[in-house]
């Protein structure tokens, strides 16, 4: 028979050990950093370079979720991220408001394009990004959207809404719901157009067949923010790290390698090291 002692000391016993389960589970916990991500910085292949280097000088494991700008801050608004990379300023902008974020910091930028088949059946080619859309409408040849809430897909609708064209319901406007590598490839299979970042399509051109039609135009700029998350709601976030994240990210060394990065390959960098810039340099 179990004596009253024996018990108490079993009971003593497994009230330890559950501790020490989940001290060893926090440990781990804030070892490691959550980063919500566009699949832009992933897809280029950035995240790629930077990330190894922050886990060797930090001593913590970066687990890396690429969605789009919009998924990342659901993500953030539900405590599931510790640190966010995104680019989709208007929404970033209501992020903090709401007080998801306790801090905002420029990062870098690049800009978008549109890009469609060489024969550019629409004849966008050099044209402004307003007129470039209205073309393509009028001309029903296949637009492939990404239409995901991302940050691509929010600049997007700002070019329509710019060229006061309404795509929703067309034939010619498929909505593919996926990511931008995807969506380039559903594009180039129906020989249409797309709106991309630059980095990702240079890291992916290769056999796409679609060409640079649209650029250089100020409404086509891509801006990214790194974004802290807001421990007061979500105390299970780990503020520390995703703070160490972000602080890496506008370092010397990390925005020297944001700045070179892609000009071996490409013969010019993917990204724009903006660290420390007024927002009102870039045209925010």
Same mark, same amino acid.
């Given at each position: ?57 930090? +001593?913590?494991?970066? /687990?890396?979720?690429? &969605? @789009?700008?919009?998924? $990342? =801050? !659901? ?43 060489? +024969?550019?059946?629409? /004849?966008?080619?050099? &044209? @402004?990004?307003?007129? $470039? =859309? !209205? ?150």
């Amino acid at each position: 028979m179990v004596t009253k002692q024996i018990l108490a000391r079993l009971t003593t016993l497994a009230a330890t050990l559950t501790i020490l389960i989940w001290a060893n589970s926090a440990l781990a916990a804030s070892k490691t950093v959550i980063l919500a991500t566009t699949t832009s910085t992933q897809d280029s292949g950035l995240l790629d370079v930077l990330v190894p280097l922050f886990e060797k000088d930090n +001593a913590l494991k970066v /687990k890396t979720i690429s &969605v @789009g700008s919009g998924q $990342a =801050m !659901k993500m953030g608004e539900k405590g599931e991220a510790d640190v966010l990379l995104v680019h989709s300023p208007d929404a970033e902008k209501k992020f903090m408001a709401e007080g998801f974020g306790v801090s905002r910091r420029l990062v870098m930028h690049n800009d978008f394009i549109i890009i469609g088949p060489a +024969a550019d059946p629409a /004849k966008i080619k050099g &044209v @402004g990004a307003a007129e $470039a =859309m !209205k073309r393509i409408a009028q001309s029903g040849v296949v637009f492939a959207s990404r239409g995901d809430n991302s940050g691509t897909h929010a600049k997007e609708k700002g070019l329509w809404k710019g060229a006061a064209i309404n795509p929703d319901g067309q034939k010619w406007y498929q909505q593919t719901g996926l990511g931008m590598g995807q969506t380039l490839n559903i594009a180039a299979e129906k020989k249409g157009y797309a709106l991309t970042d630059r980095a990702t399509y240079l890291s992916l051109k290769k056999g796409l067949g679609l060409e640079i039609l649209v650029e250089g135009d100020g409404k086509l700029l891509n801006v990214y923010h790194v974004i802290e998350l807001n421990a007061v709601k979500w105390p299970k976030v780990n503020a520390q790290g995703g703070k160490a994240f972000a602080d890496f990210m506008v370092t010397k060394q990390a925005q020297e390698i944001i700045g070179r990065f892609g000009v071996e390959k490409y013969g010019a960098p993917l990204f724009f090291p903006d660290a420390g810039k007024k927002p009102e340099s870039l045209g925010l």
